[in-house]
């Protein structure tokens, strides 16, 4: 007989390890004990030396679903002689173990609530287990036990507690477990915040949204809105409300049959979409079966499935699908307070569906996009977030990201937090949802940030915020940190050629960057190429604005002439006296900062082919121009026109001249040829000089592994034209998956330059 303690690290809280542990010991008839540690789990046991193996060999291969383990440490021991083997509570020491993410309901929840009238569970809005249910969006402190959960002011039942104490139980140890009659309960209240007395709320809930009502929903990580997603009277409604006019729409469906009747679905988009993150997945319209205003021209409809038992209740034959969105005022960060959600949703819904349990930290819904086979994270929330990666730092950092949706990423022993998603910091609300989180992983792992990096730009929020802070204060330039976030992930440290295409940046010769080629490894970077300059008249306006930006390329294209004004507005159908007042601006250099943006080329471009409206959220105009493109590639697949453009060499700068892509626009305008086909090949031209440049580059800088990053990499087309080009002139390229490649991964590269710089 022989003694081992043995100590697992990883996501081993919270998804039913002890448990786990103790069945595999009493299989392998050992004595001992296992306990939780915020350094992970202890355990301690006696028996056969060949027991134990097979113990340990079980700890690895046998592990429970949502259990990452990292390292498994094994300590030879003095025999002491255990008569039986025990689940100890928890002991509170220093160290470190990881917060699990919201998990999406499971299977066995779901029958609990389903059909069986008998079950204690049946229909009740709070079940969940080890498998599943909320952690991070509820969790206070570590260890992870209840009484540092939100669910401390529930007292469990004698059943519950019978669960839980029982090791062979699902719901041993399950944190928030609870039952109807000790768990958190819902209420409906009028838009007024009056509590409206019914037998059956959700049956109540069900029968407004079949009448067309909008309704405020208090889920996991905060507020949603929904209604009858077949209705288009309401969702027109909830548009006019909501003032969001053309911004898609997501949809819950009951179930996958119901997304596949309206979606295409490949394999990957399934398992991504009923995995238990149960993300928001960007899926292709298959049908215009639903209205047409969930997301109007878009080819995508963004699904998501039941994710906590209160949604699942609200689905039956009638109800199949549901308009979900975030609960928020334009783009300010979703409500989660329930005194918040009553002051500021009652413009926008008739009723509330809320309930008591506390939501501790937001998280939004994630979204998730299948590119090229692969799951990209295009906004890292609920199910994803907070993503502790394991990185040696060189000290505790704190990485503030940029200004649009924002992270933040902090380090300490040996790992990087990144945050969720936190929205953008223009608002009083993102820089208290940005302050609670910084705190909150401060507080909970304990690290006192020495370092603090931050985005360059003279005019984000971060250069006040950083102002009385007594830390070492690092100054990291966008793009670099763009391109590092994509080596980060891809765990690449040598030097690359980082292609970085986005909306604006600030740059080191103080204009707008966006369309950038740089040398670079975690330290340092060369900016090697980009596209041409132009102005953007009236500077954020002209962001706002897309044919701004258009008649900034007109008139670098063609030169200030008399006539311009004229040929623009042939192309840009605007009033003359507009266009007028913005070519005098640029002409002049009023308020026209300089910008070499493939985003706002994008947006110019959008212009052209009929986007002439103001943009009513980030990105409109360029997936506008997307949209188009993606209609045409669908039916011409072997396409493969492109507008010419010039190369052009100042010193070691590779200019990427676009005048000519302009006026072969113009030409193909006046030609009429159809604006689908005119974006497609514009999408093509990017691919071509992309590549062109990239190929250059590694002639002269002997680089062959290039990096891809920066939100405009959102764009299907682009990600997936120039990454497999790339890669068919043998290129090693790579790309984002799971740290997003929009400024949602800013914080993640500052964090690691930052290191580097210290
Ligand atoms: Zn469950
Ligand atoms: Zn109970
Ligand atoms: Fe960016």
Not at 35 to 63: L, M, P, Q, R, W
Not at 259 to 271: G, M, T
Request: glycine share 6%; proline share 3%; aromatic share 10%.
């Amino acid at each position: 007989m022989v003694r081992r303690f043995i100590i697992i690290k990883g996501i081993v809280q919270g998804v039913g390890f002890r448990p786990f542990i103790y069945k595999i010991a009493l299989d392998n008839n050992l004595y001992g004990n296992v306990y939780n540690t915020s350094k992970g789990v202890y355990v301690d046991v006696e028996g056969k030396e060949e027991n134990i193996k097979n113990f340990i060999c079980d700890i690895k291969y046998k592990a429970p679903v949502l259990s990452y383990i990292e390292s498994i440490y094994v300590e030879d021991k003095k025999f002491i002689g255990y008569k039986e083997f025990k689940i100890i509570n928890s002991k509170h020491e220093e160290g470190l173990t990881l917060i699990s993410p919201d998990i999406g309901i499971c299977d066995d929840c779901i029958e609990d609530i389903k059909n069986n009238l008998k079950n204690r569970r049946y229909r009740y809005p709070f079940t969940n287990c080890t498998n599943c249910g909320p952690r991070f969006s509820i969790i206070k402190g570590l260890p992870y036990d209840r009484e540092f959960t939100t669910m401390k002011e529930f007292d469990m039942c004698n059943h519950c507690k019978e669960e839980y104490e029982n090791p062979l139980d699902r719901r041993f140890h399950a944190e928030p477990t609870c039952c109807r009659e000790c768990g958190p309960s819902i209420f409906l209240l009028d838009k007024h915040g009056k509590r409206i007395k019914c037998d059956d709320v959700i049956a109540k809930v069900k029968e407004y949204i079949l009448k067309g009502n909008i309704i405020a929903v208090k889920g996991i990580g905060g507020y949603n809105i929904i209604c009858n997603a077949k209705n288009k009277e309401s969702i027109e409604i909830l548009r006019k409300r909501k003032i969001r006019k053309t911004k898609p729409l997501a949809v819950m469906f009951r179930d996958d049959n119901v997304a596949s009747k309206y979606c295409n679905l490949n394999e990957i988009e399934l398992s991504i979409l009923k995995s238990n993150k149960k993300p928001i997945v960007l899926l292709e319209k298959k049908n215009k079966l639903l209205p047409d205003n969930i997301s109007f021209d878009s080819p995508c409809i963004g699904a998501l499935l039941p994710y906590s038992p209160l949604h699942y209740l609200l689905f039956d034959n009638e109800i199949d699908s549901i308009i979900f969105t975030s609960g928020n005022i334009s783009e300010t960060p979703m409500i989660y307070k329930d005194k918040e959600s009553l002051s500021k949703l009652n413009n926008i819904v008739d009723y509330y569906l809320i309930h008591n349990r506390e939501i501790n930290m937001p998280v939004d819904d994630s979204v998730i996009k299948v590119i090229d086979f692969k799951e990209r994270v295009i906004r890292n929330g609920r199910g994803y977030a907070p993503l502790s990666i394991k990185k040696e730092s060189k000290d505790e950092i704190l990485a503030l990201g940029a200004e649009l949706k924002n992270t933040i990423s902090i380090s300490s022993r040996g790992y990087i937090f990144l945050s969720p998603y936190l929205g953008n910091m223009d608002n009083v609300g993102g820089i208290s949802n940005l302050n609670k989180n910084i705190d909150h992983i401060k507080k909970i792992y304990d690290i006192k940030p020495k370092i603090i990096c931050y985005d360059m730009h003279p005019n984000y929020w971060s250069n006040e915020y950083i102002k009385g802070l007594n830390l070492k204060k690092i100054g990291i330039y966008h793009h670099h940190a763009h391109i590092v976030s994509c080596m980060g992930e891809n765990n690449i440290k040598d030097n690359v050629i980082g292609i970085a295409y986005d909306g604006a940046g600030f740059g080191e010769d103080k204009t707008i960057w966006g369309g950038e080629f740089l040398i670079c490894n975690y330290k340092e970077f060369k900016r090697v190429s980009h596209i041409s300059t132009f102005k953007l008249p009236g500077g954020d306006k002209a962001t706002e604005n897309p044919w701004r930006v258009g008649v900034s390329l007109i008139y670098k294209a063609l030169g200030y002439e008399k006539s311009l004004v004229d040929k623009t507005s042939n192309i840009i159908l605007k009033d003359k006296k507009d266009i007028n007042l913005i070519l005098a601006m640029i002409d002049k250099n009023i308020n026209s900062p300089i910008c070499s943006s493939i985003g706002r080329l994008f947006d110019g471009v959008s212009s052209f082919l009929g986007f002439t409206m103001k943009r009513s959220y980030e990105g409109e105009a360029s997936i506008y121009l997307e949209n188009l493109a993606y209609k045409f590639l669908k039916d011409n697949n072997s396409y493969k026109d492109f507008y010419r453009y010039e190369i052009i060499q100042n010193d070691e700068m590779l200019e990427i001249d676009y005048k000519k892509i302009i006026i072969g626009i113009l030409e193909d305008i006046y030609n009429k040829k159809s604006k689908y086909e005119i974006a497609f090949k514009f999408h093509n031209t990017v691919i071509e000089f992309s590549i062109t440049v990239a190929i250059k580059l590694r002639e002269i800088y002997k680089i062959n592994k290039i990096a891809l990053s920066g939100g405009v990499f959102q764009n299907e087309i682009l990600l997936s034209g120039i990454s497999n080009r790339l890669k068919g002139y043998g290129f090693e390229v790579i790309t984002h998956k799971i740290i997003p490649c929009n400024d949602s991964g800013i914080s993640y590269g500052q964090l690691l330059i930052g290191n580097e710089k210290i």
